[in-house]
């Protein structure tokens, strides 16, 4: 028969191509997938990952009950329901609190549902556990590795390792085809059925076969990129182990890159080129880019790191510990940093410096200095130049400024404003915020740049307090307090009413939610803002007591005020705003030791630094608004009032006295003269009292009632005439619409036309 051999050389490898598997065979391997990648990731402590495996596992036993009936449970079914309770056992009640709330959830669920799900098994897991059918496991699970696909047999893991691919062919992967292999595993990733873990894996042992650098950084640049794929959902984070093996990996990137200057990594390579030529290249000495990108690396890495805070509980050692890994990713943004300005890749060294900035500017000075210092083991950092910790965030901002992006500008400035107000350099910070008007586009930009500047701005209030700035620090903490959304400008946390956002609102502000270490203490900006509102609103109410037109400095301040002098029952003060309100009302009484002895008792200000300067602060200035609120209240009873007696008074030097009294008198404040030579204070007649004030109260609404009733008079008179020449102007086209109707009959005589009439008004 012609043709004969080739059919049969044809069919043969056809036969050796398509393995027909039958549905057990199918099942027990879905199966036995299942139960590998809840081992690989028990070994990492995943426990996400492993309940969302368990899950698997279960619909896959469910669905194949008739076939296990049939055939017998099998061992590797049996021995991962051995090796999950051993595993849940063996992890105590302070291992779960150290999770993070996704591991700790689905730690709690897998624990209840392995219960329920071994209880089928019992009998076999009995067995099991007494050793009978071990040596069974064991040949089954050699030879159920004999017949799985895309399975990794190590061979000799310094030069060469064997995959098993979906024929049950062996291809063997060494340094000569490594990149073809490379390249096929970048074509499957992210497809349906692509096992990831396996992949994984076999990249782990492509970078160990490795002869080069160059091979070396071509798998690490496709290795870290599939350590992420293991994040799952919206909102979730990489494991701790994940995540360090990833740094680990990007280290090393960065060493080889470090050792070997002539290769670059760009995001847009030139032409390809063959492993032939680039080896040339390399062996010459020049250049070679490799296409990738480190910046996606340093952001990813750091995205992560932010996400597994706001996933930890703030509160407990776990957080404590993770914040330790900070240094290790700081040093991989210097290390970065290092190599773009060495590559001159000046488009991507702006966000590389803005991730640096923004791990420091909210730092004080010592605990830079002591990250700096700690960083510089390395000896590529070591050989740079040192910058001054106090200069350090300055100077990588005038680098920002330099740049064309308005974006990376406004958040370096930001940044650097927030520095300098945390640092007391209330002057630099203001003039930065007045000469940059940032403040008039800010509303143009993205969420994140404004929730900056909201962030900025109240730390700008927070520096004037400190330096004694009181009416300053009013201004900046007002717009933020005023409203009832502290927490969300500030990105510190979501108060939403029932209805309010949608689910996908809610979801993309807590990803905007700024880790623990870097919040604003809400409960002491409030008693700031409160406290400031108290020296200035309380001299103001009694210098405009008699004004019809009240002038209000804070409105939230003077509602408060008001609902507390509402209640009758007044206790002691158990919190902040009931301690400043007390305070408030000795103040305007004129006891301003009271004022003070309150306000000091507030625990709040020992969280602030040089907490004793803060206090003597606080009484010099309740000392001296006090004295003004005393002279308002005060200056229609008396005719002269004596320096001397008000130093007594108020525990103020005369000197202090005299100053004030001329501030209030130079301001038209406080209409009034000072007698040197006899020390006192002459009062002026010229001011309102009670009875001015409810004349000229009565005055006003007097005139507002004229003014109502003659505009309603007006009003009336308007719609009268309009009404008038509306009906005068219908009567007029009705008359000609009936004198055009009217029948035009020419009578040919008088007496015709009488008898016409006459007629008419007999029918009628």
Not at 98 to 125: C, D, T, V, Y
Not at 263 to 274: L, R
Not at 607 to 622: A, F, S
Not at 629 to 658: A, E, G
């Amino acid at each position: 028969m012609r043709g004969g051999d080739s059919s049969d050389e044809s069919s043969s490898e056809d036969e050796e191509r398509k393995i027909v598997k039958s549905v057990k065979d199918k099942k027990f391997e879905e199966i036995q997938t299942h139960t590998d990648n809840i081992k690989l990731n028990l070994e990492n402590n995943n426990w996400n990952a492993v309940q969302n495996e368990y899950d698997k596992l279960t619909k896959a036993v469910q669905k194949g009950n008739n076939i296990i009936r049939r055939e017998g449970v099998p061992t590797f079914l049996t021995a991962i329901l051995v090796d999950l309770d051993d595993k849940i056992k063996s992890v105590s009640n302070q291992d779960v609190k150290k999770m993070n709330k996704l591991n700790a959830r689905s730690f709690n669920a897998l624990k209840q549902g392995i219960k329920k799900f071994s209880k089928q098994f019992q009998g076999e897991i009995q067995k099991y556990r007494s050793g009978a059918t071990q040596a069974q496991a064991q040949t089954a699970k050699e030879e159920k590795t004999e017949e799985k696909s895309r399975e990794v047999k190590v061979l000799d893991e310094s030069e060469s390792f064997t995959v098993v691919g979906k024929g049950g062919k062996e291809i063997q992967i060494n340094s000569e085809n490594l990149f073809e292999k490379l390249a096929e595993i970048v074509n499957t990733r992210g497809k349906k059925g692509t096992n990831k873990n396996e992949q994984s894996s076999t990249l782990v042992k492509m970078l160990k076969i490795c002869k080069t650098p160059y091979q070396k950084i071509k798998v690490l640049l496709v290795l870290i990129p599939f350590q992420f794929d293991y994040v799952s959902g919206i909102g979730n984070s990489l494991n701790n182990e994940i995540w360090n093996t990833v740094t680990n990996y990007i280290k090393e990137l960065l060493e080889l890159l470090e050792k070997n200057p002539q290769i670059i990594i760009k995001e847009i390579a030139s032409d390809e080129k063959t492993t032939e030529e680039i080896e040339q290249l390399l062996a010459d000495g020049k250049e070679v880019v490799i296409p990738g990108s480190i910046n996606s690396f340093i952001d990813r890495i750091d995205e992560e790191f932010t996400r597994s805070l706001q996933n930890t509980d703030p509160h407990t050692t776990e957080y404590i510990e993770r914040m330790k890994d900070e240094q290790l990713l700081y040093e991989l943004i210097v290390r970065a940093q290092i190599y773009l300005e060495r590559a001159q890749l000046i488009d991507k060294i702006p966000s590389i410096i803005i991730r640096r900035i923004e791990h420091i500017y909210y730092k004080p000075v010592n605990v830079i200095s002591i990250l700096e210092e700690n960083i510089r083991s390395n000896e590529v950092i070591a050989n740079t130049k040192k910058i001054d910790p106090e200069r350090l965030v300055y100077e990588l901002c005038v680098k920002i400024y330099k740049q064309d992006d308005e974006r990376l500008r406004s958040r370096a400035l930001l940044y650097h404003i927030y520095h300098d107000a945390l640092h007391d350099r209330y002057t630099s910070a203001r003039d930065l915020l007045l000469m940059s008007h940032i403040q008039e586009h800010v509303d143009n930009t993205d969420v994140n740049t404004r929730i900056i500047y909201n962030r900025a701005i109240v730390q700008l209030g927070l520096c004037a307090f400190r330096c004694g700035m009181i009416r300053e620090s009013n201004q900046c903490l007002q717009e933020i307090q005023n409203g009832q959304k502290v927490k969300e400008l500030l990105a510190q946390g979501v108060q939403s009413r029932y209805g309010d956002k949608t689910p996908e609102q809610e979801k993309l502000e807590k990803q905007r939610q700024l880790p623990f270490h870097m919040h604003i203490n809400i409960e002491l900006l409030e008693c700031i803002y409160l406290t400031c509102s108290m020296l200035l609103e309380i001299p103001n109410m009694a210098e405009n007591v008699y004004n019809v037109r009240k002038k209000f400095i804070s409105r939230t301040f003077r509602k408060l005020l008001d609902n507390s002098e509402r209640q009758t029952l007044l206790g002691p003060p158990e919190n902040t705003r009931e301690h400043i309100m007390g305070a408030s009302k000795a103040l305007a009484n004129g006891e301003w030791e009271k004022c003070r002895d309150l306000i000091n008792s507030i625990k709040i200000w020992d969280l602030m630094p040089n907490t004793e300067e803060i206090k003597k602060m606080l009484t010099r200035k309740i000392q001296e608004e006090g004295l003004r609120t005393w002279i308002f209240t005060c200056r229609n009873h008396y005719d002269n009032i004596s320096l001397d007696q008000l130093s007594k008074m108020f525990d103020l030097p005369v000197s202090d006295v005299h100053s004030i009294i001329c501030r209030m008198i130079i301001k038209e404040e406080l209409s009034a003269s000072i007698d040197e030579s006899k020390s006192i204070i002459v009062m002026s007649k010229s001011e309102e009292n009670k009875l001015h004030f409810l004349a000229q109260q009565y005055y006003e609404k007097l005139s507002k009632f004229v003014e109502t009733n003659e505009n309603l008079a007006e009003q009336r008179t308007q719609d009268n005439n309009k009404r008038n020449e509306k009906d005068q102007k219908g009567y007029q086209n009705q008359s000609n619409r009936n004198h055009n109707n009217r029948p035009n009959r020419n009578y040919p005589n008088k007496n015709e036309r009488n008898q016409r009439n006459n007629q008419r008004k007999n029918n009628y």
